[in-house]
Every structure is written in C-alpha cells, then in structure tokens.
C-alpha cells in the first residue's frame, strides 16, 4: 500500500512539475505591479493545442471602449501587452465629482506584461477578444501550422 502512495504522489510532481515549464516566467511593470491591494492585474493562464496557443490575461478595470490596449506577439512566443488603468472619477447628482482613493482595484496609470508562450508562433495569425469581465484572450497559431482557408 505504501508503495502505491509513493507512485502516486511522485506522479502528482511530475505533472506540477510538467505544468510549470507551461507557464514561464511573467514579468509586470507599473501599476501591474502595485496591484497588490486589489484584484491582480496580469494574471495569465495559457493553453496548448496541436495548432495554437490560447492565453488569457486578467485585466480588471480596464474597459474595452475607454483604453487602447497594446499586444505584441514577436515570432519565438515573446508576448508584450501594454496599457493604462484609468483614473477612476464618479460625478454625483449634487455635482461633485469624486475622485476615488484606491484600495480594492489597481492604481491608475501605465503598465506592461511580458512572457513567453511554450513554442515559437506566427505572429500574423492570431485572434484576440476582450471580454467584458476584464480579460484578454488570445488565440495564437504556431509556426508552420497549416491553417484551412474557408
């Protein structure tokens, strides 16, 4: 029995293990990296298919229609996303406008996030989508990938 709870758990490292080399290093500038008080921005979670990679970064108040998000894909996997949080400023009906003090969000102003995706890709084929919860998601087809034309 013991035995079989060793395999198991050597097994279970090995995947985590596995899992790790995935995901690579990420590196945050800015405001990316104050976001400590609130909900993090440049989280990223990538996938792996035969043809393409799928990433997707956590980007919390940023709103598709008010900022210009920037994504560069160089050939080799290198990822580089830029933007702005805003400033967040709430009119009241008396006429006052508030500026907010930030504690649950991140702080306003530039940021970048960097990282590598598993393999090199074709930069001029991919697909991205903000979604409306605040996260980008890209679909990016891997270098020679024979892509159906419809």
Same mark, same amino acid.
């Given at each position: 029995?013991?035995?079989?709870?060793?395999?198991?758990?050597?097994?279970?490292?090995?995947?985590?293990?596995?899992?790790?080399?995935?995901?690579?290093?990420?590196? $945050?500038?800015?405001?990316?990296?104050?976001?400590?008080?609130?909900?993090?921005?440049?989280?990223?979670?990538?996938?792996?298919?035969?043809?393409?990679?799928?990433?997707?970064?956590?980007?919390?108040?940023?709103?598709?229609?008010?900022?210009?998000?920037?994504?560069?894909?160089?050939? +080799?996997?290198?990822?580089?996303?830029?933007?702005?949080?805003?400033?967040?400023?709430?009119?009241? +009906?008396?006429?006052?406008?508030?500026?907010?003090?930030?504690?649950?969000?991140?702080?306003?102003?530039?940021?970048?996030?960097?990282?590598?995706?598993?393999?090199?890709?074709?930069?001029?084929?991919?697909?991205?989508?903000?979604?409306?919860?605040?996260?980008?998601?890209?679909? $990016? $087809?891997?270098?020679? $990938?024979?892509?159906?034309?419809?």
């Amino acid at each position: 029995m013991n035995t079989e709870n060793n395999q198991t758990a050597t097994t279970t490292t090995t995947t985590t293990t596995t899992l790790s080399k995935v995901i690579s290093h990420v590196f $945050v500038t800015g405001t990316a990296k104050q976001g400590s008080l609130g909900p993090p921005i440049g989280l990223v979670d990538i996938g792996v298919s035969e043809a393409a990679y799928i990433f997707r970064v956590s980007l919390p108040g940023i709103e598709k229609n008010q900022n210009k998000i920037k994504c560069e894909i160089q050939r +080799e996997g290198r990822v580089c996303i830029q933007g702005v949080v805003p400033e967040i400023a709430i009119p009241s +009906e008396t006429g006052y406008l508030y500026r907010m003090q930030v504690q649950q969000l991140c702080p306003p102003g530039p940021f970048s996030i960097t990282f590598n995706l598993p393999g090199q890709v074709d930069p001029r084929l991919f697909s991205p989508t903000f979604r409306s919860d605040g996260i980008l998601e890209v679909v $990016v $087809v891997k270098l020679g $990938v024979r892509v159906p034309t419809s």
